[in-house]
């Protein structure tokens, strides 16, 4: 029984990896989510739903449309994939449960951002908006449920923490964004020029935005009432290690140094939510050497 629920659970995170497939391309278009339904971007013949099922299409087609044999992006089966294996992650460590569908809800915005954030170098501002919203919802819903067993800490209530770390997430990385940018105009300057290859901001508003979710979901256990505080300050210090292997292969390869932010965030996230503690027992053994 537990297998076939992880396989069907497997499957709907995959459904739920091409809506993202539609939300990415659509959302920055302004364009709607739901009508009409998917069709080929070359021929623009709607797609039968035999030619739409998750990932196995891709591979029956052998990755062409079955009209005009244009090629189907790889990135298509790929965001189906990743969201179906996050998932399936999901399922195993909290089975059927209102962490579930708030952690099933966090990482397909992640996914949706971060693949944004390539192709516009910018997100619509009301994704993360949403996410803060949802979140701080399901902390209510925890609380009141906590509430009536009567056996809890007020510091402890998940709306507490959450609300924690919803100000400090924005709090915190507002203000090095702040003396970021006071940083890079004071270097630009210097130097008399306009910008860093068209940039001038340290951090855009939209990190911002996602380090407020970020503060909203996720707490280190064992940081007790600061463990949404930890959470914000490790994504926050790590993501730039995902960026510079992201820069390394940039330099070798000698594309443009300019390199969308929420996808590196994005993994740093996953990294600190699944392994969150780990880090910051590996951090805490640096700071006392
Ligand atoms: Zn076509």
Redesign the pocket.
């Known amino acids: 029984m537990f297998i076939i629920e992880a396989i069907a659970f497997t499957f709907f995170g995959a459904c739920i990896g091409s809506f993202l497939n539609v939300c990415i391309f659509r959302l920055p278009r302004n364009q709607s989510i739901i009508t009409p339904g998917s069709f ?1 971007r ?2 623009k ?1 709607p797609i039968k739903w035999h030619d739409n099922i998750p990932m196995f299409s891709y591979i029956f087609l052998k990755g062409r ?1 079955r ?2 044999k ?1 090629r189907i992006s790889i990135r298509y089966p790929f965001v189906e994939l990743i969201t179906a294996v996050l998932f399936l992650a999901l399922y195993l460590k909290f089975g059927f449960s209102i962490e579930l569908v708030k952690y099933c809800f966090l990482f397909s915005l992640l996914i949706m951002v971060s693949f944004i954030d390539i192709d516009y170098h910018a997100i619509p501002a009301h994704l993360c908006f949403l996410g803060i919203v949802f979140g701080l919802a399901i902390s209510v819903f925890s609380s009141l449920e906590l509430l009536k067993t009567g056996g809890f800490e007020p510091k402890t209530l998940p709306i507490v923490r959450s609300g924690i770390g919803l100000l400090f997430g924005f709090g915190f990385t507002y203000m090095f964004k702040f003396f970021g940018d006071i940083g890079i105009d004071i270097y630009l300057k210097l130097r008399k020029k306009e910008s860093i290859e068209g940039e001038t901001e340290s951090l855009g508003l939209g990190d911002v935005d996602f380090m407020g979710m970020v503060g909203v979901y996720l707490g280190v256990p064992s940081a007790l009432v600061w463990g949404p505080v930890v959470s914000v300050l490790l994504v926050f210090f790590l993501a730039p290690f995902f960026a510079m292997v992201y820069s390394v292969i940039a330099l070798i390869f000698k594309k443009s140094h300019l390199i969308p932010y929420l996808p590196y965030l994005s993994l740093a996230t996953l990294a600190v939510f699944f392994w969150g503690e780990e880090i910051l027992k590996f951090v805490s053994r640096l700071i006392l050497i």
């Open positions: 080929c070359n021929c013949t449309c009209n005009c244009e």
